[in-house]
């Protein structure tokens, strides 16, 4: 049962929340590139890995507390907002004091120890639903944080598993109006983990904002067929700039 993050006012956004980055935090160089970018859009919020959940324990892992360092200098240098994910319950102190929003994993929405120790902070987390996760399960996570007194939890649709094996996962929009009718929560979309294609990040992206989401999360890369991870389903510069245009324009519309 849900009872705490039904209560309070449901948060006006007269703007899209927009984050976007790369999948991992790779280095110094290709955060710089990412974030100049962005900023110079308009991007508030920028997201990078440091910590990497991968399915293979062979693949790229993140450079952990390095990352970190680097998000802290791009938070300095650019005035930037920084969303990161946290594995470990042990990293959680020094991710307080580094980044702005933390971020709860596909993989980790079951954690409930560690959604017990965020719901103790105070701050925003983004809480990605679950891989296998019913809408419930999701919103029970969602109770988990906020009974612990931190009710600032934005929720992530970023796709689901089903027998559809053409895209990565399942973007599952009907998460969009059913989360706005039992929260007061902010809900935004990640078409990027959701299709695992980058061809389909601008029209799910647009889809997502027609469905009422508050904000959407997207994967960017300078050079996407060369990133450490998720290079798929990124989009490049030029791609992202549309996507950032149009989904603003749709986003006053809707
Ligand atoms: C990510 O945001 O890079 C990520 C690993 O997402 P998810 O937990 O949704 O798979
Ligand atoms: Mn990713």
Redesign the pocket.
Known sequence: MVKKITKGSRKNNEKLLMIAGP??VENYEVMDKTVSFLKNLGVEYI?G?AF??RTSPYSFQGLGMEGVEILKDMKTKYGVKIVS?VLDIRDLEEMINSVDVI?V????MYNYPLLKEIGKTNKTILL??G?SATIEEWLNAAEYIALEGNDDIIL?E??IRTFENYTRNTLDLNAVPVVKERTSLRIIV?P??GTGRRELVYPMSLASIAAGADGL?I?VHPEPENAL??GFQSVNFEEFELIYKRANETFKCV
């Open positions: 999948c991992s997201r890995g990497k959940p994910e971020q994993g596909s993989r980790n990605k639903r891989i992530c970023r796709g990640d990027s983990h999360l994967e991870s998720d």
